[in-house]
Structure formats: C-alpha cells, structure tokens
C-alpha cells in the first residue's frame, strides 16, 4: 500500500494542474469506479467506506494505510507532452524493479498482474483501457481467490468508460 500511496502522491505532486483540469471536466470520483462492497469482495474482509485521495480511492483495512484496496484512474493528459498512454503503462510498470509482472489477455488494450518480490501480499492489475490507465492494488489481503477478484473488479470499473 505504502508504494502505491508514494506513486501516486509523486504523480499527483508532478502533475497536480492536469488532474484538476481532468477531475473538474470530467467529474472524476475515483470512489465511484469500484464500491465498497466490490472492495471488500477483492479483499475479502471488512474495509473502511472508501475516501479520496490524490489520484484514487483508498479502502483501508480498519483503518490501517498499510492494508487495503487502491483504486486510481490516470486519463490520457498525465501522460505528458510527447509521451503515449503506451509508454506512460509501460513506465508505471517497470517503476518498481522488484516486482514480476505477467500479462493478462482479454482485458482492455493491455493488462498485467503484478507482484512485488519483496511483498507477496500486495498484488496490483495494471490495465490500459481506451487511452486511460486503471489501476487496483490490494495490500495485505489472504484471499485465495485473490487474481480472479481484482480481474472482475476490473471488469466492473472499466464498464463504467
């Protein structure tokens, strides 16, 4: 939880202007991609009502910032000038050296689940979906269904574009 939670506050402090133009235009509510109950499904216990933060919604385990369910959406204007959604995915999934990511096919343009070596706990679905990045990541969760629950997660926040 703790390396999305840096992510994301990296990006948000590296690109606070084009979210609050991309939030206000389109009435982003990260909160609303995934509910409560979708959450906890994917964990697989009790989680805090989800709450805003930067660029995506967090649901923590008891309150606990260590445990929990991220969920983030990064439209097409942080990716930069001159840089594709493509190769912006391809930076957020080579960001972290220790983790091992497999694709997954049938899921939007381009999906990969994703482990960190130095956490088996904390699993992430990166996907690319008509030019925007959706992202959940579970931390702490010992839900043996674990993969299958974050791709139907996915599934439901990508019925949403």
């Known amino acids: 939880m703790k390396r999305l939670t840096v992510v994301s506050l990296i990006l948000a402090g590296f690109m606070l ?41 967090l649901f923590m385990s008891g309150g606990n910032d260590d445990k929990g369910i991220v969920v983030t959406m990064l439209p097409p204007t942080l990716a930069g000038a001159g ?33 960190s070596k130095g956490n088996d706990f904390t699993v992430t679905i990166l996907v690319l979906y008509h030019n925007t990045i959706l992202e959940i990541m579970a931390s702490g969760s010992h839900n043996p269904n674990l993969k299958a629950e974050l791709i139907q997660a996915m599934r439901q926040m990508m019925q949403k574009f």
Do not use: N, W
């Open 17 to 57: 202007t084009s979210h609050s133009a991309v939030s206000a235009a389109q009435g982003v509510k990260h909160c609303g991609l995934l509910s409560k109950q979708s959450a906890e499904t994917v964990y697989g216990a009790p989680l805090d009502l989800g709450r805003e933060m930067g660029m995506g919604c």
């Open 83 to 115: 840089m594709s959604m493509s190769t912006f995915y391809d930076s957020m999934l080579h960001q972290d050296s220790t983790s091992i990511a497999v694709p997954i096919s049938g899921l939007g343009d381009r999906a990969d689940f994703i482990t």
